[in-house]
């Protein structure tokens, strides 16, 4: 669960950060957004391992013990279609990637529980 909150606050970070490297595509600084792009997608794609993998070998740590599985899985399968809206977006360098990265950050909070909780 760490794992996934620190992952989720990182694509939130790079999310949030992507249109000011964005506006200076073109310019000399171009790299850095070619640089942006694949943190985000190699963010994203972390998160679906990572996501996956807690599926594959115990769901129920995810959510709680008592939580039925396909609520589980549906929950996961929504998470899933959401990093694939966001690697989408980095690559098409959208402007809406930020919304979408704070929509996906509170999508994890509601499902597994504050960002950080773990650590308090």
């Known amino acids: 669960m760490d794992t996934i909150?620190?992952?989720?606050?990182?694509?939130?970070?790079?999310g949030r950060e992507a249109p000011l490297y964005?506006?200076?595509?073109?310019?000399?600084?171009?790299?850095?957004?070619?640089?942006?792009?694949r943190d985000i997608l190699r963010t994203a794609e972390k998160l679906e391992r990572q996501l996956k993998n807690a599926i594959r070998y115990n769901p129920n740590p995810l959510v709680g013990v008592d939580y039925p599985?396909?609520?589980?899985?549906?929950?996961?399968?929504?998470?899933?279609?959401?990093?694939?809206d966001i690697k989408v977006s980095a690559l098409a360098a959208d402007r809406n990637l930020p919304a979408k990265v704070k929509q996906f950050c509170a999508m994890i909070q509601n499902t597994f529980g504050p960002m950080g909780a773990e650590a308090a």
């Open 22 to 37: 964005s506006r200076g595509a073109g310019l000399p600084g171009a790299a850095l957004t070619i640089d942006r792009q």
């Open 69 to 84: 599985l396909d609520s589980i899985l549906e929950s996961i399968a929504d998470l899933l279609a959401v990093i694939e």
């Open 5 to 14: 909150a620190q992952l989720a606050h990182d694509l939130e970070w790079l």
